[in-house]
């Protein structure tokens, strides 16, 4: 395969559609053809070379060239793409179980829902059951738990079309991790530390065992209860490990610690609070999962609940660890405390502001919940952390959105301008679609709208106005021809409409739509021509506002 001759292809069919290619468009479309993300920075000078080439070239030349290598394009056109590979342990006429544990402390973003989905694109692919349990265990200071979180998350599995048997509640049982901590401490596997921070980083270090340790199991469950009345922080329940142990961080793990925090759905109901790992090695062999895809980021406690299992003389499920991803081009670093923190403190208007990236957010932004599921299903199980472009998703959605989404016409910053030439008609017709043979009626007076920095751009050329006349381009205007000549193509609005458009960054941009969105209804997405898709959030204060979803 030539790649570049592919690149070339892929820049003119997104200049034809579009009216110029751009980059972060064209390189998304490799990727779903095979291209290896890791050769991003090899690949990339070639993009911007052809991009370059492509949005210099008139448009007869971009059609005539596309002639010639539209076919590595359309070759791609059906192939099934991102299909998920096989998953271990599927036994043929069994049910796999799958779990969605989110943990409530925001809502689910672009990042931290990829894990969720690729438990539930599994569980569809094998006609799987899914259980979602609600992590929510006291979790830290640092890390809330947050009521508002539980339906935000089950909003978003709902709207991503995720199907679960049934809702588990961590906070529902603390008396079944009560009771197996207890069998813990019969087997002589568990014991109560009041050591502090500092003398178990030293033991660990050293591979020394605490003196807590030695107690026999009777004395040790007497500790146990003790635990439920001493200051928070005095004390901890602990697994007992090799203190030799290659990596000290597994040695003595905390399997239960005392906090006074409050909990949003229990209140102060229990003090005693299980680790993750103690939680989870109970509940998946409870819940009888019998499939866990979790990120590298948690190979300790899959070790630790495998370590339990073992104590417990129970069987292991099938676990799947998967690289972290790192979605470029979002402007910022996602992070949900950090987002929690911007909406408690009112500088996000809450968890649906575009800065947020949550699943709600882009929701409200216009994104197809099917494109979100491909974008995930086309990731995988990576092993490795990868960097992946947020245009990939952008490009998924383009897709969905561009054979069904209208066009209307939007300027920015509008300039206006005087039509002296007496016009024959106060109406025109236009394509409702590029692709439709479907025409719109557009009224049109003697003065109409351009963008401010169209007409700086192109002040003294001449122009054509889409889909209106040819002329050269002044405060006042003539019409000097009707011909679609090789000149800049603007677009124009006339009796417009006061818009604006919310953009990921969470700031506003103002012009004028065209008088016919008036026929929109709130949630309609529709494309601005030569600006992007945008999803119709109302009019508020008399004026049209808009939430923009990509070019």
Excluded at 222 to 236: A, D, P, S, T, Y
Aim: charge should be positive.
């Amino acid at each position: 395969m030539d790649l570049s001759k592919e690149i070339m292809a892929y820049a003119l069919q997104n200049a034809i559609e579009h009216g110029e290619a751009k980059p972060e468009i064209v390189l998304p479309k490799l990727f779903q053809h095979g291209l290896d993300k890791k050769n991003i920075s090899a690949i990339m000078p070639i993009i911007k070379e052809a991009v370059n080439k492509v949005n210099s070239m008139s448009v007869e030349e971009r059609e005539k060239l596309f002639e010639k290598l539209g076919v590595l394009v359309k070759k791609h056109e059906g192939r099934p793409e991102g299909e998920l590979q096989e998953l271990p342990g599927i036994i043929k006429g069994k049910k796999p179980i799958f779990r969605l544990a989110p943990f409530p402390s925001g809502a689910l973003h672009i990042g931290n829902a990829k894990t969720f989905l690729l438990n539930a694109l599994y569980a569809e692919k094998y006609n799987g059951e899914i259980i979602l349990v609600m992590d929510d265990t006291i979790g830290s200071a640092e890390k809330p738990l947050a009521k508002e979180s539980y339906n935000l998350i089950k909003d978003a599995f709902d709207w991503l079309g995720i199907k679960y048997k049934k809702i588990v509640y961590k906070s529902d049982r603390l008396k079944i991790y009560y009771k197996y901590a207890e069998e813990l401490i019969k087997k002589n596997k568990a014991y109560v530390c009041y050591c502090s921070t500092e003398e178990l980083r030293e033991n660990r270090l050293n591979g020394v065992e605490c003196s807590c340790r030695q107690f026999p199991p009777g004395l040790q469950k007497e500790r146990w209860k003790e635990l439920f009345k001493i200051k928070e922080g005095h004390g901890v329940l602990r697994i007992k490990t090799d203190m030799m142990h290659p990596n000290p961080a597994f040695r003595d793990r905390v399997l239960f610690k005392v906090t006074d925090r409050e909990h949003p759905r229990v209140g102060k109901k229990y003090r005693v609070w299980p680790s993750l790992e103690m939680s989870w090695a109970i509940d998946d062999h409870l819940l009888e999962i019998t499939h866990i895809i979790r990120g590298n980021d948690l190979m300790m406690e899959t070790e630790m609940e495998k370590y339990i299992w073992n104590i417990l003389k129970w069987k292991y499920p099938s676990i799947i660890h998967t690289g972290l991803i790192r979605i470029e081009g979002l402007g910022a670093k996602i992070s949900k405390s950090k987002a929690r923190k911007e909406v408690l403190s009112g500088e996000f208007g809450g968890w649906d502001d575009p800065r947020t990236w949550s699943m709600q957010s882009l929701k409200r932004r216009g994104i197809n919940p099917e494109a979100i599921k491909e974008f995930v299903s086309g990731i995988g199980l990576n092993k490795q952390d990868i960097a992946v472009p947020i245009e990939t998703l952008y490009s998924l959605n383009r897709k969905i959105l561009d054979e069904k989404s209208m066009r209307y016409s939007f300027v920015l910053n509008p300039r206006k301008l005087k039509i002296e030439t007496i016009l024959t008609a106060d109406e025109i017709e236009v394509p409702v679609h590029p692709k439709s043979n479907e025409k719109r009626k557009v009224k049109i007076g003697q003065e109409i709208f351009i963008s401010e920095n169209d007409f700086e751009k192109y002040n003294g050329e001449e122009i054509r106005l889409i889909h209106l006349f040819n002329t050269k381009l002044d405060e006042k205007i003539k019409v000097v021809s009707i011909e679609n000549k090789k000149i800049p193509k603007l677009n124009w609005v006339s009796y417009g409409l006061k818009t604006k458009i919310l953009m990921p960054d969470g700031i506003f941009v103002n012009g004028l739509a065209e008088e016919s969105v008036n026929d929109l209804k709130i949630g309609d997405i529709i494309q601005f021509e030569r600006f992007g898709f945008v999803r119709y959030d109302g009019e508020k204060k008399g004026i049209k506002e808009f939430w923009f979803a990509h070019n």
